[in-house]
Structure formats: structure tokens, C-alpha cells
């Protein structure tokens, strides 16, 4: 139990870093239940999903026009240096 708290105290403090960073997490790295919007509609006609679930209205994979836009929002950000 000493040991733990220890550890925790410790990592409290974390890291610290001249520069910013972001940082992009997933949890869900290659879980791809639904390729296509084709794909959705066929399950639900059939009834295997529900419109009213969000992990299968909102699963799909990114397309190129996502990660544009993404990098869009992105690139309007500098940092004091005027580095993107």
C-alpha cells in the first residue's frame, strides 16, 4: 500500500514540457463495424442496428475529406514562433 501511494505521489507531477502538444486518442483503434453508409443502410433495413445507437450511427471510417478538414482547423493555430 505504501509502495502504491509512492507511485501515485510521484506521477502526480507529471512530466513537464517546453513545448505544447496535441494529442489524438482512440479507443477504438481498427474496430470498423460499419465500412460505408451502403453497408448501414442495409443493416438497418434488416434490422442488426439501431439508427438510436451512437456506436452504430456514428461508426464508419475517416475519409480523405475528413482528415482535409481536420488539418484545416488545425492549420489556422500557431504558436508564438509562428509555427503551425
Not at 506521477?11 to 463495424?33: H, M, P, Q, T
Not at 434488416?46 to 461508426?59: M, T
Not at 475517416?62 to 500557431?78: G, P, R, S
Amino acid at each position: 500500500m505504501k509502495a502504491t501511494l509512492k507511485k501515485h505521489i510521484i506521477n502526480a507531477r507529471g512530466s513537464r514540457l517546453k513545448e505544447k502538444y496535441i494529442v489524438f486518442e482512440s479507443d477504438d483503434l481498427g474496430a470498423i463495424r460499419i465500412p460505408n453508409k451502403q453497408t448501414r443502410k442495409a443493416l438497418l433495413k434488416k434490422e442488426l442496428i439501431k439508427d438510436s445507437n451512437p456506436f452504430s450511427r456514428l461508426d464508419g471510417l475517416e475519409t480523405t475529406n475528413d482528415y482535409l478538414a481536420l488539418f484545416e482547423v488545425l492549420n489556422k493555430f500557431k504558436d508564438s514562433k509562428g509555427n503551425k
